[in-house]
Nanobody, 115 residues
């Protein structure tokens, strides 16, 4: 079965950086778009960035210019490099994939931006 495991979250000061990783298994990784989402306290889960199987990327306005999504198909892993972090980036970050019409999520990794 499809499994997604996120890592790399933590506590960082405003202006700092983190790189999140999401390791996938149970699927042909290169065939599917991979997305990063986040759920901030009191808000619904929202798309942060998407990397399609054809190589195109999409970012939320809040992520443009600060975050970069990338993928390594040889390692079945998608990354989210987050720079210039702000307190409002505090959230649980999840990766997501839809395989054969079924949605799969990781367990999430907490990112806290605070001084």
């Amino acid at each position: 079965q499809v499994q997604l495991v996120e890592s790399g979250g933590g506590l960082v000061q405003p202006g700092g950086s983190l790189r999140l990783s999401c390791a996938a298994s149970g699927m042909i990784f290169s065939a599917y778009a991979m997305g990063w989402y986040r759920r901030s306290p009191g808000k619904q889960r929202q798309l942060v960035a998407l990397f399609t199987s054809s190589g195109s990327t999409t970012y939320a306005n809040s992520a443009k210019g600060r975050f970069t999504i990338s993928r390594d198909n040889a390692k079945n892993t998608v990354y989210l490099q987050m720079n210039s972090l702000k307190p409002e980036d505090t959230a649980v970050y999840y990766c997501r994939v839809v395989v054969n019409g079924h949605e799969h999520w990781g367990q999430g990794t907490q990112v806290t931006v605070s001084s």
